[in-house]
């Protein structure tokens, strides 16, 4: 155990375009199990607090995360803009989670997302999650979109609840 | 209407790979309507009755063919050899089917499966299908898997439903 590991903020996720196919790779490590990390992606009150932008209030309207199961959430920044997601669950396994994800703003662009955990010993677990999309422009455009300060402001909402013992 | 307009089997269906993309494009006409070819794909007993290689018989497990719906089913070949698939529906329209699927043979490879419906006019429809894998290794897999004998036997059974009116 080291002082590190007191819930400070990790680093920055890593958010790579692939060379190769149109995917998005996104790598960021936690001060967490792999379990905590799990249920913060299938547990429907822990993900609505802490997916998205900060400032941004989330609801979740629909959610099974389990294989064949379903979600749809709206996030609701402060000037009061709303964007909806939704997306189905193909895998839900403790090592594993393969969903669809779409925000409705275009609804026929459809990533299709991979999250494992990795531990890294030492209660650290680091996430790998994918994004799939259908060709590069679609891709690019998703890296253009300024998702980044969603992703990396997600993640360090999920730091706090870990460091608060909330998971 | 010409005398074409028999239900007598249509062309086989083209199936080629995306050269920039890790995607399969599958194309094949029909003498049906959209909304006919629509029904086909979600509705779990017609579904059951086309798809898959000649001489399967399909058990449908799971079928609920609505945004979020999920699917499960096995099909049993004349040995006995019993193969099952699943996946889940993230886009139902009558334009536009988007949904995810496995062969649980191998459950980390999921295909992200985009289906719509061209109207050609008399009475005949064009069917664009995609697969979208994660890896070109992936998409080459399923291309040398045989998968072509599934594809054309199941458009084959599909004009007879359609022949024979059942649709």
Redesign the interface.
Known sequence: MTTSNTGACDAEAAIEADP????IHIRRDFTATAEQLFRAHTDRELYARWVGPAGQSVVVD?WDAT??????FRGDDSDGAEQTF??????VRPD?I?Q?F?WDGM??D?A?E?MTFEDLGDGRTRLHA?S?C???EARDGWLRSGMEVGVNDGYVALDRLLAAGEL
Chains 1, 2 share one sequence.
């Open positions: 190769t196919v149109p995917m629909r294989q064949g199961g379903a979600f749809r939704h997306g189905c669950f193909h895998t594993r393969v669809t779409t609804p026929d459809v299709l991979t994918t799939l259908d060709s590069f």
